[in-house]
Structure formats: structure tokens, C-alpha cells
């Protein structure tokens, strides 16, 4: 049983195309986010969205475009790739948005390598 | 803006020694995250640190937090090979008690644990 998956696992493709990563995750959890995981291994949060909302925009060019259907899924579109992008996006889940007790621990998918060529 | 650091971020230890990873971090949190990361996978959580003092172990590792110094420490007892990973420390901002999920990681630590 997967808990957080994402499709593609790898994902090889030409500057100025347009890709998308798709997210699921089967936890119950209602907030779902995107991380960028740099070639130096630095992680950075992207987006958050709690039960398809919105919640946290990081800076990011606006050529990145979540979209979450359903609180189960979060997809992240991308416009007019560049070498730069190159990068691999975790999705992640959480419960207790908002929580002023409790953890958030947020469980992570296997991740999807982008290179851009 | 909230800044995350860990040291040492690359660690080469010798089998059945003891090591500490720090994490500083520079605004008042009380939730932290210890993540480990091998070569190619996910972030698998370690452990949640919810609370001033909180202390979690589980196996050769041991995690602690103390807000007032803005530091959480891992501890590896007795390294084995099997430890060897990236390790990741992330912080919560939360605002008013309430929090968001923002999570600021460290640089990571990468372990190699030697026979």
C-alpha cells in the first residue's frame, strides 16, 4: 500500500515544453505539498494546499501551477521548462492543518526526476 | 525569514563510535523534524520533536530539542553501517501557536559510516 505515489518517477524532456507530475496519496490526510529537491540536496517548499485550497505559495515562477482536484491529489503543471528546473519533486502529505497541538508530520512520495535538456 | 543550519554537513564515522548532528535555527519554533534520506529515495521521518526538552530515540539514534538555545541535536550510538544517509532536521514557523506545515529545512548531513 502506497501512502503518498507520484507519476512520472522520471521525467526526461526539452526546454520550452510543458510537463506535468501528478500526486495521490491515500492517507486521509487534507493538506498536500510540493517540494523542490535541488542538485545540492537542498529542500524548499513550494506550494501547500489544505482540502484544494491554496494555503502556502512560495516564491516560484509563475510557470509552475499546482492543481488539486480532490484533497487526494495535487498535481503540479509546468510551462515553458528551462535547464533550471532541473531539479526532483517530492509531493508530501499532511493531517492537523492549522493545529495549534499536534504534529504535522508530513510523509513524503518517491519523488519524480525532472531533467530538462 | 526563517534560517535552518546543521553541522557538521558531512560526517565520515568509524563503526561503534558516537557522533552528534546539531541543527540551529534562527526564529522561535517548538516543532521539529528529524528526516533521513538514502541515495536516490524519499524523506522517511525519524522523529517529531513537539516540545521544549522533548527527547525521542528509537534504535542507535536519539533526538532532542531545547527551544530557548533554538538547537536539536541527533545522536548516533554505536554507529553501523546501515546508518549511513543524508540527514535532514526541519522546522515548523508557526505563528501564534497555530501552524501551517511550512517546513524550512537544513542543508542535510551527509553520514558514512566505515567499517
Known amino acids: 500500500d502506497t501512502a503518498v505515489s507520484q507519476t512520472p518517477k522520471y521525467l526526461v524532456t526539452q526546454m520550452g515544453n510543458d510537463k506535468s507530475i501528478k500526486c495521490e496519496q491515500n492517507l486521509g490526510h487534507d493538506t498536500m505539498y510540493w517540494y523542490k529537491q535541488d542538485s545540492k540536496k537542498f529542500l524548499k517548499i513550494m506550494f501547500s494546499y489544505n482540502n484544494k485550497e491554496l494555503i502556502i505559495n512560495e516564491t516560484v515562477p509563475n510557470r509552475f501551477s499546482p492543481k488539486s482536484p480532490d484533497k487526494a491529489h495535487l498535481n503540479l503543471h509546468i510551462n515553458s521548462l528551462e535547464l533550471g528546473d532541473s531539479a526532483v519533486y517530492f509531493c508530501?502529505?499532511?493531517?492537523?492543518?492549522?493545529?495549534?497541538?499536534?504534529?504535522?508530520?508530513?510523509?513524503f512520495g518517491p519523488g519524480t526526476r525532472l531533467t530538462v535538456l | 525569514e526563517l534560517k535552518v543550519e546543521q553541522n557538521p554537513l558531512f560526517l565520515s564515522m568509524q563503526e561503534g563510535k558516537n557522533y552528534t548532528i546539531y541543527c540551529n535555527y534562527s526564529?522561535?519554533?517548538?516543532?521539529l523534524y528529524w528526516y533521513r534520506q538514502d541515495p536516490g529515495k524519499s524523506l522517511e521521518s525519524l522523529f517529531v520533536l513537539l516540545s521544549n526538552g522533548a527527547v525521542k530515540q528509537e534504535g542507535r539514534l536519539m533526538a532532542s530539542l531545547d527551544t530557548k538555545a533554538r538547537l536539536s541535536t541527533l545522536h548516533i550510538t554505536a554507529a553501523v553501517h546501515d546508518l549511513s544517509a543524508t540527514y535532514f532536521c526541519?522546522?515548523?514557523?508557526?505563528?501564534?501557536?497555530?501552524?501551517?506545515?511550512?517546513?524550512?529545512f537544513g542543508q542535510g548531513t551527509i553520514l558514512t559510516v566505515h567499517p
Open positions: 526541519a522546522v515548523d514557523i508557526n505563528a501564534g501557536g497555530t501552524s501551517y506545515g511550512k517546513l524550512t
Open positions: 526564529t522561535t519554533s517548538d516543532r
Open positions: 508530501a502529505s499532511s493531517q492537523r492543518f492549522g493545529s495549534s497541538s499536534g504534529d504535522l508530520e508530513q510523509f
